[in-house]
T-cell receptor, first 116, second 116 residues
Framework: AQKITQTQPGMFVQEKEAVTLDCTYD???????LFWYKQPSSGEMIFLIY??????QNATEGRYSLNFQKARKSANLVISASQLGDSAMYFC?????????????FGEGTQLTVNP | DTGVSQNPRHKITKRGQNVTFRCDPI?????LYWYRQTLGQGPEFLTY????????KSRLLSDRFSAERPKGSFSTLEIQRTEQGDSAMYLC??????????????FGPGTRLTVT
């Protein structure tokens, strides 16, 4: 079974609107972390936001927020007020503290296009 | 800028040749990771160092691959007898010593390998 599933290969959004990128995960590890990274066409991976499995509140970082639903094993990224510069590939990733140590397991990504 | 750096940025080699990539992590980071990313996929974990010790290796890291971090600073990844299937982006990441909750990994720009 896939540990990280991103079911949206591509998403489109109008500038200034909000968009949600889906991520579901599969783990039996009680302690884990969920990450979102942005990868522009230039190739570098840019860290956006983190959610720990024991965190009680959803993480927020500026225009990024993480909709964490633990029982459903989902960790969707919400980008508010989209900007043209948000056009990029977005990856959801997980670190399982007990079973896989420090490594990150990534999903296949969602290509976001922001239209003017 | 004191981010993660990788050299070379691009490498074209013929099948059967050996190649070596270098990664310089952020100076105070003691943890270093190598990932491989093929076109249209998320990064896949290859190996992890804490200081000079190689603590984790993926099954993806065949015996043609070797990674070192001799002084706990920069790291090298060598691929011997390259195959066309080795063509990919090789990403290096680093993270600070334990103490931060996120274990956020900071990625370098990657080395794109093309095996002809």
């Amino acid at each position: 079974a896939q540990k990280i599933t991103q079911t949206q290969p591509g998403m489109f959004v109008q500038e200034k609107e909000a968009v949600t990128l889906d991520c579901t995960y599969d783990t039996s590890d009680p302690s884990y972390g969920l990450f979102w990274y942005k990868q522009p066409s230039s190739g570098e991976m840019i860290f956006l936001i983190y959610q720990g499995s024991y965190d009680q509140q959803n993480a927020t970082e500026g225009r990024y927020s993480l909709n964490f639903q633990k029982a459903r094993k989902s960790a969707n990224l919400v980008i508010s007020a989209s900007q043209l510069g948000d056009s990029a590939m977005y990856f959801c990733a997980m670190r399982e503290t007990e079973t896989s140590g420090s490594r990150l397991t990534f999903g296949e990504g969602t290509q976001l296009t922001v239209n003017p | 800028d004191t981010g993660v750096s990788q050299n070379p940025r691009h490498k074209i080699t013929k099948r059967g040749q050996n190649v070596t990539f270098r990664c310089d992590p952020i100076s105070e980071h003691n943890r270093l990771y190598w990932y491989r990313q093929t076109l249209g996929q998320g990064p896949e974990f290859l190996t992890y160092f804490q200081n000079e010790a190689q603590l984790e290796k993926s099954r993806l890291l065949s015996d043609r691959f070797s990674a070192e971090r001799p002084k706990g600073s920069f790291s090298t990844l060598e691929i011997q007898r390259t195959e066309q299937g080795d063509s990919a982006m090789y990403l290096c990441a680093s993270s600070p010593p334990k103490g931060g909750a996120t274990y956020e990994q900071y990625f370098g720009p990657g080395t794109r390998l093309t095996v002809t």
